[in-house]
Nanobody, 125 residues
């Protein structure tokens, strides 16, 4: 059974940190590209960060560059999103997505085939 499960969301204070985890299980070996997206109330889902199948290439939205960091632990089938210096505008449901291939993109939700259910991140001012 193919599963994408996010965890690690919660309430943080402005300037604080959270680490999100994404565990992908049951996928064929070529499904290794992982992206993080977020959706705030009343807004469209937007790309935050992604990591290539090898882990050598990462991309970040301009709004999170220098504050968020994506990494992967293939032994645990887990991709992490370390979020530092959080701001109230980071408040959203964060989704992990998985796709096949090598390079990654955060341009479009249609670039990803499988999605998790999301984890809520709330940043208080």
């Amino acid at each position: 059974q193919l599963q994408v499960v996010e965890s690690g969301g919660g309430l943080a204070q402005s300037g604080g940190s959270l680490r999100l985890s994404c565990v992908a299980s049951g996928f064929p070996s070529d499904y290794r590209v992982v992206g993080w997206f977020r959706q705030a109330p009343g807004k469209e889902r937007e790309g935050v960060s992604c990591i290539s199948s090898s882990g050598d290439i990462t991309n970040y939205a301009e709004s999170v560059k220098g504050r968020f960091s994506i990494s992967r632990d293939d032994a645990k089938n887990t991709v992490y999103l370390q979020m530092n210096s959080l701001k109230p505008e980071d408040t959203a449901v964060y989704y992990c997505a998985v796709d096949r291939g090598w390079l990654c993109s955060i341009s479009s939700v249609y670039d990803y085939e499988y999605w998790g259910q999301g984890t809520q991140v709330t940043v208080a001012s």
